[in-house]
């Protein structure tokens, strides 16, 4: 893929267009070279092993999935149905939710603050990653917001020696809602929320920086951001090439699919976008996989250090 970005820089986008390169490939990388902001965002490395459905699953259906390490199980919360009762509800799921995510975990570590709008402050976040403001799109926000803020998450941990780790709580401790008449029946949005104790520890002691312009070009693919996510946490990691076989890939990434075949395609989709904003990541496809080989992180540690800073000062604040 690095041919792609140096022709983009020669040559420009109309030459790569003309090559052998997927336009969806080609628009990716010359968003990413083209974007100047310099932004950096966090995750909890759990979230980059193991991720949520892409797909809106039926509501009271809990979500699992596992990978190597990692096994995560999202409960259901509870919310007001149309009698006023308190009726099963559904968990999060697409790009919309993800970028929810990244936008609560990154402005808890840069503010250094376990209290995190959800308003003004998440719709100006959203538009600098391309989400479209009002309509259809921020309802998609909205309701996201509202099933991260009510659902359960479990990550069953996997430690090196054996050990077992557990994270076992809402994610959101506490939330204000308010009602929202542009929502089917008037649905409750939150607007405020203060993220749980376990869940700001964790991702204090095993945070994994991306960038934001990677995160842009590609924000409305829920598959990329998985495994963007994966390869930021993996790749600069490692000590040696590792080989990676479709099965454990698609136990990871593609739980829902049934036919191997279908997977591998878009699975390789979506990594030809993620190669196209993560420009250090070196990968090999064989027949029986892929293999890794240490890599460069997305953010330079030295970066990294300096964007942690208020967190770091204001860790009392956290608890």
């Known amino acids: 893929m690095s041919n792609l970005h140096d022709l983009i820089e020669t040559q420009g986008k109309a030459a790569a267009l003309a090559g052998d390169y997927s336009r969806s490939v ?32 039926p509501d009271g259906q809990v979500w699992q999935i596992a990978s190597e390490r990692v096994r995560l199980a999202v409960e259901p919360g509870l919310q007001p149905g149309p009698s006023g009762d308190l009726v099963a509800g559904g968990v999060p799921y697409g790009s919309r939710a993800r970028l929810i995510m990244l936008y609560l975990q990154s402005e808890a570590l840069r503010t250094g603050s376990r209290e995190v709008e959800l308003g003004r402050s998440l719709r100006d976040w959203l538009g600098r ?21 009510r659902c359960r998450f479990t990550f069953h941990i996997q430690a090196p020696g054996g050990r077992i780790g557990l994270v076992n709580q809402n994610i959101v401790d506490r ?13 409750l949005f939150t607007e405020t929320c203060k993220l749980s104790e376990g869940f700001v520890e964790a991702l204090c002691r095993h945070p994994v920086p991306v960038e934001e312009a990677a995160v842009r070009a590609i924000s409305n693919n829920s598959a990329a951001l998985d495994v963007y996510a994966w390869l930021a946490y993996r790749l600069h990691a490692l000590e040696k090439p590792t080989s990676v076989s479709w099965p454990a890939l698609k136990a990871q990434f593609g739980p829902g699919v049934s036919r191997m075949n279908n997977f591998r395609a878009g699975f390789l989709e979506s990594l030809r976008l993620v190669l196209a904003v993560y420009r250090r990541a070196k990968i090999e496809v064989e027949d029986r996989g892929l293999v890794l080989h240490p890599s460069l992180p997305p953010v330079a540690p030295r970066l990294v250090q300096g964007r942690r800073l208020s967190a770091t000062i204001n860790r009392k604040i956290f608890f």
């Open 175 to 187: 939330a204000m809602f308010e009602p929202h008449a542009d929502l089917e029946g008037g649905t």
């Open 26 to 57: 080609v628009e990716a990388a010359s968003s990413y070279l083209a974007d100047e902001d310099g932004g950096i965002g966090f995750l909890y490395s759990g979230w980059c092993q193991a991720a949520l459905p892409h797909r809106r699953l």
């Open 129 to 149: 990653m391309g989400i479209p403001q009002g309509g259809k799109s921020q309802r998609e926000v909205r309701e996201q917001a509202d099933r991260i803020a």
